[in-house]
Nanobody, 124 residues
Framework: QVQLVESGGGLVQTGDSLRLSCAASGRTFSTYAMGWFRQAPGKEREIVAAISGSGTSTYYTDSVKGRFTISRDNAKNTVYLQADSLKPEDTAVYFC?????????????????WGQGTQVTVSS
């Protein structure tokens, strides 16, 4: 069983930055890929970024490329999402998720464990 706890969300202005963190339980953290998803009101949950178990491979959805960076510290069982140059359209609840695979996964259906979410609101 894996438990995930997100933190770092908040209310910011356009152009600001946030760093989201996701602390995971479990001694095998480095063996599974992690992802950040987001869900805006009335919209489907979408993947934002993913990172392999080793941290050597990453994926970003087109709308955040060049602005967001996903990383992980396996010694601390933590995955991060550095979000820069935030825009109002980035407003959503952001979820951390873990798969049972070590390689990258891109759809929500491949992720077994989910955090409770953290709200990110970007004002214009």
């Amino acid at each position: 069983q894996v438990q995930l706890v997100e933190s770092g969300g908040g209310l910011v202005q356009t152009g600001d930055s946030l760093r989201l963190s996701c602390a995971a339980s479990g001694r095998t953290f480095s063996t599974y890929a992690m992802g950040w998803f987001r869900q805006a009101p009335g919209k489907e949950r979408e993947i934002v970024a993913a990172i392999s178990g080793s941290g050597t491979s990453t994926y970003y959805t087109d709308s955040v490329k060049g602005r967001f960076t996903i990383s992980r510290d396996n010694a601390k069982n933590t995955v991060y999402l550095q979000a820069d140059s935030l825009k109002p359209e980035d407003t959503a609840v952001y979820f951390c998720a873990a798969t049972l695979f070590s390689g990258l996964r891109y759809t929500r259906y491949d992720y077994r464990y989910w955090g409770q979410g953290t709200q990110v609101t970007v004002s214009s």
